[in-house]
């Protein structure tokens, strides 16, 4: 874990999150931030949908991915690097509007490797959407 | 496999990926398709990136999906919905810019399963950027 | 969900955890079961272990899919046969001696997949090993 | 890459699969080795049945590992120790008797991670048995 103060840390992700390009083309928000724990929220949008309607497959790793990588910026500061090494994601239920929560949750922070877990959810009915995984690397020396 | 005939399969794969707001959004587009193999052509854009300039995670499964899902299409056609339920991706090699191709392929199209891989490289030096592999269902009634 | 009674479910999956050559084999017995939930049991033996003296990689994801695998057993009864598509494991821990637990739970079972989860602990001191996932495929007309 | 001789690095590899105790329970056997590549082949024993006579589906994944632990191996040498951190394998056919043949390739050994694939073919039909993945961790302090 980093040596910066716990509140550091916290506003380092929020910071991250706040001027990331990528979550403001996708409407991802920061819903809450706490030690090893963020909520991502995205509303969904015409861009987010397949021809179909449906919201693409893509969309929902892309959160997934957001949420336990955050989750993991909460121990490690605004001085680390947080790199994505495998991501997986079971799909339980196919989504068309409304917003998604993203819970993002460290299972284990290690020297080599990190996991974090994500489930996604329906904000307006709390059902879940798709549950995930996802293997880390920190590199502390990046900042 | 659909009764449609190839061309009409090849066909209607073209028209979803030019009529999905998500592959316009995302900046995704077609650059071959075969039966049972697609590949797609993804120029990233300061959209994609993370506020350290680094491809956010989230991107590559996105494209991996769709890559996999659009395999999956050509075998199936127009009336056939290829719905996710479930994506596995390694990460292999941090990028920061250029276009990146991701070739899905069809492993097994079965009754109630189906199987496709995905590789996610570099245009410009052909180096292996992520690969993949996915769980999809076919519902054929969908149309 | 099977039309069996909910003991006659249970006893269903006691009887195959009983019969299975494979369990004997491997020393897994089952020590918890309820409606969408077992826990498995092994007892590590020197058939386990690597040249290393380590547990061999592959016992955690056999332990892990005859623990998701039972969980579903539970809500199908014993003429349904359960066929795993995909499994997926975290290696969070070396293990060399002692018994390990493994919980398995049922995420969700749909009518053509089934999403389950476990966590392998050891025994002495509930320490996570391992934590996984799977899709099943249910076909009720095995039976 | 150890620097060890490449035949001293397959030789420690065939000294490692035939003194692994779960080797020999198993019924494993390396059939092929070669830098970066291995065939191990494991004949179909009752002990690795179901109650159903299907083999048990924690049986594929253990052969899945031995083979992509084993082609990490052939790079690394007898001094390293290869350590699994997640497996992920997809189910593509059942099987109930005769032998398997699970084929390892690494696809990228780094300094903090590596990467490796395997598929799993019957023997008498060279068929498709399971495709799969995982991400590995070389120890090489452990000699």
Redesign the interface.
């Known amino acids: 874990m980093s040596e910066a103060t716990r509140e550091e840390r916290l506003d380092a992700v929020r ?2 999150a706040q ?4 979550y ?3 409407g991802m928000e920061l819903a809450e931030v706490a030690e090893g724990s963020v909520v991502l929220r995205v509303e969904i949008r ?7 309607g ?1 919201v ?4 929902l ?6 949420a336990m ?1 955050n989750s993991l910026r909460t121990l490690h500061g605004a001085a680390a ?1 947080v ?10 239920r ?1 989504v068309t509007r409304g917003a998604l929560l993203a819970r993002g949750n460290v ?2 922070s290690g020297r ?2 990190s ?1 974090a ?1 994500v489930e996604i959810t329906e904000e307006s009915t709390g059902k ?1 959407v798709a ?1 995930g ?1 996802g ?1 880390f ?1 920190i590199d502390s020396a ?1 900042g």
Chains 1, 2, 3, 4 share one sequence.
């Open positions: 910071a991250f001027t990331s390009p990528y403001k083309s996708m015409p861009a987010h949908l397949n021809a179909d449906i693409h497959g893509g969309v790793p892309a959160i997934a991915d957001g990588g690097q790199l994505t090494a495998e991501v997986h994601l079971h799909y339980l196919p299972v284990q080599r490797l996991f877990e879940a549950r995984s293997v690397v990046a």
